[in-house]
């Protein structure tokens, strides 16, 4: 029999969420997803919450979802596909009433049901009803699901936010907080979670601390926590400190307190945050992702230099990365692309169709800026290069003389099995299949040159250990189990995880 999760009291929709990692098989370069928590007697706490997501909109885009408790009303929750704005209305927003709230955004691994997949995720144990937001991905999932099978307790959704909601809720201690414990010794892998229980919020980040998490207060014993720091600007909170690796804060009326279950070996944030995923105006590791990402451009401008005109951005990640290379070089800063903002940014597309579709969606170039120019365009990444090629061609087509395309990480090879959504395929990264002179001839440019993994370093301002690097250099500092790895290779491109049983089943 399926563990079912609870219908609470006041809940506004009821889904059988599985988290937003079903399917979490590296085959598509997807965003990592995006948590936000409160605690805030006498507050409009789901409101909050909803501004808060608004903030790391950019972490997923595919769904959203709120919980809220309240002593009365009890576990409430509203959910669905969409953008915060679609799927929040001041009426659904009204009804999500308490002094504690737990919001959640998520990008879509390819194949899988957006709605099914919303989070976050319900449970109850002998201590109560709890909510689940997860960013990240766990490495022994699938032994986890069949050993919760083997004893009845087979997981709704097949995912990780599924099994963790099913060990907490059989878990024999007497706390949540005692049960996370109990998890943490069980579950490997990446794994940053907010968990909304009665009268209080819990945040927890493995040991590796392989995805951000940050703590803000907005007032006297009134607290937020969120992925990134962005969010909590945007409420008005200030930062008081990371969640450590390994850590598990509980947030109630006694304030904030700490407790280290898992002591770190070693740091390993994910360096793609400070290339691409975390928002600008973010600090992680006390550092900035803006200026960090105008350190890697300055550095490239010196390691790579080239004769041009104009020094044009692919919108919007890029935009740093190309004016620190501007300034370095001294040549001219421009727009070389309009994007309309209003499209989804192309890596979250769910499918390849999408995604190559996209690019003319999303990006028109400006004609009577490029025509006669050499250009040096700059990019945060190349992935899979289907994205990129198009973006050359339509510069090409616009009158663009001399194309150079400068990419501001090193080439990726490998793929992530800690909660971003890469391949594993070599048929999938370019960069694992061609030699860099020829990705140039395959995308079309004059030029190409990336940004060697020395001065990535250099321009993030800590040492490499503090990092996971295995997408360039396959130095995974989570062991993956070999099982694991071959699954991944030698599924059929474009198809995501889903457990064996289910997979037979179909």
């Known amino acids: 029999m399926k563990l079912q999760q609870?219908?609470?009291?006041?809940?506004?929709?009821?889904v059988d969420c599985d988290g937003c990692h079903r399917g979490q098989c590296p085959l598509d370069w997807g965003d990592a997803c995006g948590v936000f928590g409160i605690y805030a007697p006498g507050e409009e706490v789901s409101r909050i919450t909803y501004f808060g997501l608004f903030a790391l909109q950019h972490r997923g885009q595919e769904s959203a979802g709120i919980a809220a408790w309240h002593p009365l009303e009890g576990m409430q929750l509203h959910k669905a596909a969409g953008l915060a704005f679609q799927v929040f209305s001041e009426q659904t927003l009204r009804n999500l009433i308490g002094d504690v709230a737990l919001g959640h955004v998520r990008y879509a691994p390819s194949g899988t049901s957006v709605v099914a997949n919303a989070e976050p995720t319900l449970g109850r144990g002998r201590f109560g009803p709890f909510a689940i937001g997860h960013n990240g991905n766990l490495l022994n999932a699938q032994a986890l699901y069949e050993q919760l099978a083997a004893v009845?307790?087979?997981?709704?959704?097949?995912?990780?936010?599924?099994?963790?909601?099913?060990?907490?809720?059989?878990?024999d201690a007497d706390t949540l907080?005692?049960?996370?414990?109990?998890?943490?010794?069980?579950?490997?892998?990446?794994?940053?979670?907010?968990l909304l229980a009665p009268r209080r919020i819990i945040a927890v980040r493995d040991p590796y601390g392989v995805r951000p998490l940050c703590i803000g207060r907005l007032s006297e014993n009134r607290w937020v926590v969120a992925s990134e720091t962005c969010a909590l600007h945007t409420v008005g909170a200030d930062f008081v400190r990371e969640v450590e690796p390994g850590e598990m804060v509980t947030i109630d009326a006694n304030g904030l307190t700490?407790?280290?279950?898992?002591?770190?070996t070693r740091k390993a944030c994910c360096i793609f945050e400070f290339i691409y995923f975390a928002r600008p105006d973010s600090h992680i590791y006390g550092r900035s992702v803006y200026?960090?990402?105008q350190r890697m451009g300055h550095l490239l401008a010196q390691q790579a230099p080239v004769d041009a005109d104009l020094v044009i951005p692919v919108p919007e990640s890029a935009i740093p990365h190309a004016m620190g290379y501007a300034q370095v070089a001294k040549i001219p800063y421009g727009e070389g692309f309009i994007k309309n903002r209003y499209i989804h940014r192309t890596f979250i597309?769910?499918?390849?169709?999408?995604?190559?579709?996209?690019v003319k969606m999303k990006l028109s170039p400006l004609k009577e800026a490029v025509s006669g120019k050499r250009l040096v365009v700059v990019d945060d990444s190349i992935v899979r290069g289907t994205t990129t090629g198009p973006e050359i061609q339509l510069l090409r087509d616009a009158g663009a003389r001399e194309i150079h395309l400068r990419i501001n990480c090193p080439p990726i090879r490998y793929g992530c099995y800690y909660g971003v959504d890469t391949s594993a395929r070599v048929?999938?990264?370019?960069?694992a299949r061609m030699s860099v002179e020829d990705i140039r001839e395959?995308?079309?440019?004059?030029?190409?040159?990336?940004?060697?993994?020395?001065?990535?370093?250099?321009?993030?301002g800590l040492p490499k250990n503090n990092f996971c690097t295995a997408c360039f250099d396959n130095h995974y500092p989570i062991p993956i189990p070999r099982e694991l790895k071959a699954a991944k290779a030698s599924e059929p491109a474009g198809e995501g995880r889903l457990y064996e049983q289910d997979v037979a089943k179909a």
Do not use: C, F
Request: proline share 4%; no cysteine.
């Open 427 to 431: 048929d999938e990264l370019i960069a």
């Open 258 to 264: 700490s407790r280290q279950v898992i002591e770190p």
């Open 177 to 194: 907080e005692d049960a996370i414990v109990q998890m943490m010794g069980q579950i490997e892998g990446a794994y940053s979670l907010v």
């Open 291 to 293: 200026m960090s990402r």
């Open 442 to 460: 395959h995308l079309g440019a004059d030029s190409l040159e990336y940004l060697d993994m020395k001065n990535l370093i250099t321009a993030v």
């Open 349 to 358: 597309a769910p499918d390849q169709r999408l995604r190559e579709l996209g």
């Open 6 to 14: 609870p219908r609470l009291q006041g809940q506004s929709t009821h």
């Open 152 to 171: 009845g307790a087979q997981p709704d959704g097949n995912s990780d936010a599924g099994v963790m909601a099913a060990l907490l809720s059989r878990s």
